[in-house]
Every structure is written in structure tokens, then in C-alpha cells.
T-cell receptor, first 116, second 111 residues
Framework: GAVVSQHPSRVICKSGTSVKIECRSL??????MFWYRQFPKQSLMLMAT?????????EQGVEKDKFLINHASLTLSTLTVTSAHPEDSSFYIC????????????FGEGSWLTVV | QKEVEQDPGPLSVPEGAIVSLNCTYS??????FMWYRQYSRKGPELLMY????GNKEDGRFTAQVDKSSKYISLFIRDSQPSDSATYLC???????????FGGGTRVLVKP
């Protein structure tokens, strides 16, 4: 079964509103989680590394004020897309590492965001 | 040049054939190598995980890593139509670290 859970799996929102996506590690603690974005027929693009208890590390070109990441506990990280625009419509996926030193990385089921 | 190169395909094979996938990379610091399968509109599913060079077998799947050539492979034996998906190679420099992905190869297994 899934070891990393994402919610919601699909969300539609209006332009200008904010949307929160949750990523949970099931039955294990993850001090680090990762957020990716994927456009159709393209590979995953790392957006940021979410660190429990500290600020997230964003990849170059990713707006930290637009994509707010909170890693409030060892099993939960959230991604909030603020003031969403149609160009933010995409597939967002999180991952977390399980096992010794977190070396086995599992992905969530992904969240489809459509901004209208 | 991308850090990880992967032929996008599509790769079309008849049912029962061996599917051969590979990736090349440029960063010699990569130590951990993974293969993921991704169905349309779903999150990637971990298939194989390998540390450093060598071979690893799990059921119909065999993963090979040749660090001297910076080349990794995934073989799928007795392919099934349900194996039709996009296969992504991924690698990292340290355990639990961020992954660098190949672009993915789309595979189609025809009945």
C-alpha cells in the first residue's frame, strides 16, 4: 500500500485564491520531504525541499512567496499555492524517504490543480 | 547538457518481450539509483533501488548500475500490457537526498 499520502488528489480553484496540498508519511517519520511539479508529458521538476522544524529550501526559479511550504511535524508537509493563476495549473507531487537514512524515496499519489 | 539523459521513446514491444531501458548521467557523485514507474495522472511508483554499482533482481525486473560508464539499465522480462507506462530513472548523491530525474521513457506493451 501507499506509504506517502497526498490530499486532495484533485482540486479546482478560482484565480486569486489559495490552495493547500497536504503530504503525509504513513507509519514512518520523515524529517525531509520533497515537492515536485510535473507538466504533461514531462518529467518531475523539484520545487523545494521541506525540512521539519525549519525553512524550506527552494530550487532556483521557484517563488518562495508563492509556493509556501510548511513542515509542521515529522509526518506532514503542506504546500500552499498562494494567489493562484491559471499558469499554476499542474500536477504537484510530494515524496519522503523511508528506511535507514531515508534512502528509499516514495512518492505520493499526486495532486492535480486546475486554476480557472 | 542534462545531468541525466533518458530516451523519451515511445518504446513499443509485443507482449512477452524483454523491455530494455537505460539512462546515462554526468555527475560522478551519484551513489543511489532508482527506477520508478508512472501511470498517467498518477504519482511515481518505486520499482527498484540500487546503491552504487552492481545488479539487482526483483521478480521480472532487473536493475544494473555501471558507475564506471555512468550508465544504468532496467530490464523487464515477460512484459505485460499492464507494464505500459512511463519509466523514470532517478539518482541522488546521498541517502534521503533530492532526486535528479531522467526525462522518462514511455513504454507500450502490445497484446
Amino acid at each position: 500500500g501507499a506509504v506517502v499520502s497526498q490530499h486532495p488528489s484533485r482540486v479546482i480553484c478560482k484565480s486569486g485564491t489559495s490552495v493547500k496540498i497536504e503530504c503525509r508519511s504513513l507509519d514512518f517519520q520523515a524529517t525531509t520531504m520533497f515537492w515536485y511539479r510535473q507538466f504533461p508529458k514531462q518529467s518531475l521538476m523539484l520545487m523545494a525541499t521541506s525540512n521539519e522544524g525549519s525553512k524550506a529550501t527552494y530550487e532556483q526559479g521557484v517563488e518562495k512567496d508563492k509556493f509556501l511550504i510548511n513542515h509542521a511535524s515529522l509526518t506532514l508537509s503542506t504546500l500552499t499555492v498562494t494567489s493562484a493563476h491559471p499558469e499554476d495549473s499542474s500536477f504537484y507531487i510530494c515524496s519522503a524517504g523511508q528506511g535507514e537514512a531515508g534512502n528509499t524515496i516514495y512518492f505520493g499519489e499526486g495532486s492535480w490543480l486546475t486554476v480557472v | 547538457q542534462k545531468e541525466v539523459e533518458q530516451d523519451p521513446g515511445p518504446l513499443s514491444v509485443p507482449e512477452g518481450a524483454i523491455v530494455s531501458l537505460n539512462c546515462t548521467y554526468s555527475n560522478s557523485a551519484f551513489q543511489y539509483f532508482m527506477w520508478y514507474r508512472q501511470y498517467s495522472r498518477k504519482g511515481p511508483e518505486l520499482l527498484m533501488y540500487t546503491y552504487s554499482s552492481g545488479n539487482k533482481e526483483d521478480g521480472r525486473f532487473t536493475a544494473q548500475v555501471d558507475k564506471s560508464s555512468k550508465y544504468i539499465s532496467l530490464f523487464i522480462r515477460d512484459s505485460q500490457p499492464s507494464d505500459s507506462a512511463t519509466y523514470l530513472c532517478a539518482m541522488s548523491t546521498a541517502a534521503g537526498n533530492k532526486l535528479t530525474f531522467g526525462g522518462g521513457t514511455r513504454v507500450l506493451v502490445k497484446p
